[in-house]
């Protein structure tokens, strides 16, 4: 690392909006193809310098439910890509020890891209580093909706009564089951929303927004969004 950090708290687990890609190109005259062909490259750059840090788990937000609305030729192109980042993040996953996890609802893609997430799932299982989960064809609400029907097919058939419901339990129906609840959210491009991401696990997350475009972001931006995780105080609901 460039900068000095060892006098930071580092957050187990830190997820990202990646937001930006398209006006990053637009500034540049370029396709918007290129704006989020550029961001793949980020974010492969951003795993290297999150495991580097000592964070435990980096969620990226890689494609919404809402992000079929766009363009046919977009999506397509945003499938395309996703079909080559697939198999570099496989050998960025083995050179730095990663355990790569999906999240979302993985029915709408085609079956190519369905074997090529497993193949990454079940090939990187017992990395023992960073635990990079990504977001794809994601959506909060749908999360929920889904850990619903679960949980109603699970009371139907008597394995779930009202009074057993807890929030450990929901929890247990959603797609980060297994995966705490992030410390961190950085959001870039200067958007203050949350765009259906996380809905239920961001509930104490501390949000940090940047205006650089995701293309744009690096180890400097990642090291001030967790300067700034380091000057709140935590107190989730109570008093200190």
């Known amino acids: 690392m460039d ?3 060892e006098n ?3 957050p187990e687990h830190v997820a990202i909006i990646l937001d930006g890609n398209g006006r990053w190109a637009k500034k540049r005259g370029l396709p918007r193809s290129l704006g989020h062909k550029e961001g793949c490259v980020t974010v492969e750059k951003t795993v290297e310098d999150a495991a580097r840090l000592g964070i435990k788990y980096l969620t990226v937000y890689g494609f919404s439910t809402e992000n079929w609305k766009r363009s046919r030729e977009e ?8 079909r080559y980042y697939m198999v570099r993040l496989l050998k960025v996953a083995k050179a730095n020890n990663v355990r790569v996890k999906m999240i979302g609802d993985r029915e709408r893609f085609d079956q190519d891209i369905i074997e090529g997430i497993e193949k990454l799932v079940e090939q990187t299982k017992d990395n023992t580093g960073l635990t990079f989960v990504i977001a794809v064809n994601y959506g ?3 999360e929920i909706v889904r850990a619903a029907r679960k949980i109603l097919q699970d009371g ?3 394995r779930l009564l009202p009074e057993d419901m807890t929030e450990q339990i ?3 129906y959603l797609d980060t089951a297994d995966i705490p609840d992030p410390d961190l959210l950085i959001r870039t491009s200067g958007e203050l929303r949350l765009s259906n991401y996380l809905l239920w696990q961001l509930a104490y997350t501390e949000l940090y927004v940047t205006d650089c475009y995701w293309p744009d ?3 400097d931006e990642l090291i001030r969004a967790i300067e700034a995780y380091n000057s709140r105080e935590r107190r989730f609901g109570g008093v200190k």
């Open 3 to 5: 900068k000095n950090i």
């Open 8 to 10: 930071l708290v580092i």
């Open 75 to 82: 999506v397509g192109a945003l499938m395309q890509l996703f």
């Open 140 to 142: 909060g609400r749908d």
């Open 156 to 158: 139907q058939e008597g």
């Open 170 to 172: 929901f929890n247990s």
């Open 217 to 219: 972001f690096n180890q």
